[in-house]
């Protein structure tokens, strides 16, 4: 296995929030999750959103709530300026896969596609946050993955990352 080259630097208050959200999980077995923010320029993860009342949320995937997501990027952005953009998604995985399936793996590189159109004047990089239980799920492991673009070949490749938690 090839060793993970970029590390992905999560703040608490994002994995409190991802914590929270993963009560759910305990109740009903189904996935869950939602989008991770961060500042331009900062590779830091700033804000984890959770999917939304009105999500669509399965044991083998989740659809967020379109509405909610619409409403809270308003109220993202009012906070926290034009410096703050969507830098990638989390979700949860109940049978403890820590590999994306091939839907994620092209869900992450929409996001990215998106994100390289909406800042095409940058290098970017879109992150996928897959969450499992260790012991429980007040007990969650973290696993990242990262979607950018080779400089020389001009492929976006998925690669696994290194998941790191800061204040
Ligand atoms: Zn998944």
Known sequence: MDEPKVAVRVSSRATARISGELRDVV????????????????????????????????????KFDGDYIRSLDAQLYAGWG??????????SHPDR??????????????????????????????????????????DPDFHAYVVTRDPVSGRVTVEPAEFEEVD
Do not use: M
Request: hydrophobic residues 35%; charged residues 30%; contains cysteine.
């Open 97 to 138: 896969t820590k590999e994306l399936s091939q839907v994620d793996r092209e869900g992450a590189i929409f996001g990215f596609l998106n994100l390289e159109k909406l800042h095409s004047d940058e290098d970017v990089a879109y992150l996928e946050l897959v969450v499992t239980e260790r012991s429980s799920w007040d």
């Open 82 to 91: 034009d410096e703050l953009s969507v830098v990638g998604r989390w979700h």
């Open 27 to 62: 109740f009903d077995g189904c996935e869950t999750g939602g989008f991770l923010y961060g500042l331009r320029g900062d590779d830091k993860i700033e804000i984890a959103t959770g999917p939304g009342p009105n999500a669509q949320r399965t044991p083998t995937g989740v």
